[in-house]
């Protein structure tokens, strides 16, 4: 495996095909009936250009052309200084706006490393434990009234950690996701003429069986992020996203990441529309796509494990606030430490050695360890209809964000998953940047 695409070997985990790390999935069937199509006149482009990075310019939009990708933001810093920011594509395929640099997407999946970034925090003040039985801390949430609960014992035993590394016990492949797929299931249980909201789920899921013993299978799951947004709220008294905004976004002058909203009416002015490429025999046919704005499911809900949106330049200055571990604004070096170790020996093994596998999922990342302690690559995915996102920190000190506002290729590939490898290529390749540190001209 080529030592300068640190991540790619996750991929038969996390990216082929991306589900079972970053899908939320929810199926965009009822989408608008109306339908567009890109101009056929070149993609737009806009951003701070220089003439050392018009190479990457034109692989974005070869990239763009070739997998019939609709608006896409790409940005790219090293050690904290933001070298690159661009916007291709379309944000509005009726009003033909062009992305840009600030233009906010739906991040998905991509919102998990920044829940755990919180979660982190307060186990740095003490306020919680990674060990501490989560739900020890939440009785205020009862169990839903429901015909033939089951009121599994072991979720006495879900702990923090467990959450975090998506080792608690649920298993979406046995039983569904309780945060997208299960909505219906779950109103009917309830009773409700309605979704159910944030907090009802989980008091359903405290009437169902756990598809594991905690701590002893990794599955990827929504459901513990929902959770722990709950527990950062009793431990702080603070809403989830207030926290977030006052408490990670505020010391970094990130001023412009949101809760996003499931109805169209709630988009935000410099919001990108999502778009759905509607299937075809002939891949290479003309497209023509929909809006899936209102139906890749409740963002609402979705919060914590993937309700936020973003620009790729304010994600690639979250991440880098976690480059140099000793000078972080967010974390101490020993809770970033923390963050990106292996949750347990007897997980992330090799199938027939039992060898620990060189990447594992940590709390809210994917991580790949370095022989320096102090450094680690650590990445994630993110995917709703509509959407394909990625956020990479390399442990050489380069960080970057790419955002699509549709999420799969013409061939049928997740965005993030298509581009993946490309990305590492093209930065590898530059010799030369900007000496001007692009995050002044975004403030």
Not at 138 to 167: C, E, G
Request: charged share 20%; glycine share 4%; aromatic share 10%.
């Amino acid at each position: 495996m080529p030592t300068q695409q640190p991540h790619l070997a996750v991929r038969k985990i996390c990216f082929t095909p991306l589900l079972l790390l970053i899908l939320i999935t929810v199926l965009p069937a009822s989408a608008s009936a109306q339908t567009f199509s890109k101009p056929t006149r070149p993609l737009p482009v806009t951003g701070p250009s220089h003439p050392s990075t018009n190479p990457i310019d034109q692989k974005i939009l070869k990239f763009m052309n070739t997998h019939d990708v609709v608006g896409a933001s790409f940005a790219i810093a090293k050690d904290g200084k933001l070298l690159y920011a661009k916007g291709f594509g379309f944000a509005n395929l009726k009003s033909f706006d062009p992305v840009k640099p600030t233009s906010l997407f739906r991040i998905a999946s991509v919102s998990k490393p920044i829940t755990a970034v919180a979660v982190m925090q307060l186990i740095q003040e003490k306020k919680l434990n990674l060990g501490q039985p989560a739900f020890s801390l939440l009785s205020h949430i009862k169990p839903a009234k429901v015909k033939k609960p089951t009121y599994d014992p072991r979720l006495k035993n879900i702990t923090v950690q467990h959450l975090l590394n998506h080792t608690a016990g649920w298993d979406r492949s046995k039983s569904g996701d309780a945060m997208t797929s299960l909505n219906k299931q779950i109103a009917k249980a309830l009773q409700l003429n309605r979704s159910p909201n944030r907090l009802e789920i989980i008091q359903w899921a405290l009437t169902q069986t756990l598809d594991t013993r905690p701590g002893s299978h990794y599955a990827y799951s929504n459901l513990g992020y929902n959770i722990l947004a709950r527990l950062i709220e009793k431990q702080t008294k603070s809403p989830y996203h207030q926290y977030v905004q006052k408490h990670i976004f505020k010391p970094l002058k990130i001023k412009d990441m949101h809760i996003g909203s499931t109805s169209l009416k709630g988009r935000r002015k410099n919001e990108v529309l999502n778009y759905f490429r509607m299937p075809q025999a002939d891949p290479d046919a003309h497209s023509r796509f929909k809006l899936v704005y209102e139906t890749a499911g409740i963002i609402e809900n979705y919060e914590a494990h993937g309700g936020w949106i973003a620009s790729a330049v304010d994600l690639v200055r979250f991440a880098s606030a976690l480059t140099d571990i000793n000078n972080s604004p967010l974390l101490s070096a020993d809770a970033i430490r923390q963050m990106f170790a292996r949750p347990s020996e007897k997980l992330w093994l090799e199938r027939k050695t039992k060898k620990p596998l060189p990447y594992h999922y940590a709390a809210g990342w994917m991580v790949r360890p370095q022989k320096d302690k102090n450094k680690f690559t650590a990445w994630h995915a993110g995917y709703i209809p509509g959407t394909s996102t990625l956020l990479v920190k390399r442990a050489d000190g380069y960080t970057w964000a790419i955002l699509f506002n549709n999420s799969r290729s013409r061939y049928g590939k997740s965005l993030s998953a298509a581009i993946d490898s490309s990305l590492h290529k093209i930065i590898n390749a530059q010799t030369a940047w900007p000496k001007q540190n692009l995050f002044s001209k975004f403030n």
